[in-house]
């Protein structure tokens, strides 16, 4: 099957399945998207000519946090029309997968929690550094300072029920106090 004709497929899928419309855009994947950030993306099986791989997607980034997601496929004969397709989605895909989604997505809310303990340390740290850089990543905060001929860097990352900060390049008086103010905020 070419691109077209699996963009083609999308569209029709999606006015059999409930609650999924079609997302086509040229040069990716065709998506079906749903409620509740459900998105299934239909791929032609590779040397199996009529057949399509369908396969439920978790919401960005959610992979790397979370490496014990299960993943949701399967392959359906494309050649018996959009309508088989999307009964074998709703039968086989549908139900495991929402589950799945909805609970990943409660794991999702539940690292709030962590990161505003990460923006509380941020900030503690910028107020005790005046001056100092913020570099916000996914998974970790660097903050930069300097202070007369020193300088370093603090990596606040955070993971499960921990905050922890990694230091480089301070000596000790500095060390002493930030971590002294730190437990005194968060004590």
Known sequence: ??????????????????????????????????????RLVVHPR????????????YPDGSGALFPDLRRHQITVTAN??????????ARRLLPSYLRDLAACRERLRGR????ITRADLVETLQILLPGATVNEKQRETIVRWR?????GSFAVYGEGASTSIEIRMADR???ERLAYAI?????
């Open 147 to 151: 202070r007369g001929a020193a300088f």
């Open 1 to 38: 099957m070419e691109a077209a004709d699996i963009d083609d497929l999308v569209t029709q899928i999606a006015g059999h399945l409930d609650g999924f419309s079609p997302l086509i855009r040229p040069g990716h994947p065709a998506y079906l998207i749903g409620s509740d950030e459900a």
């Open 183 to 187: 437990h005194e905020r968060f004590s």
């Open 112 to 115: 709030t929690a962590e990161n």
């Open 46 to 57: 590779w040397r199996q000519e009529g057949r399509v791989i369908v396969l439920g997607v």
């Open 80 to 89: 018996r029309g959009a309508e088989h397709v999307a009964r074998k989605i």
């Open 173 to 175: 008086e500095l060390t």
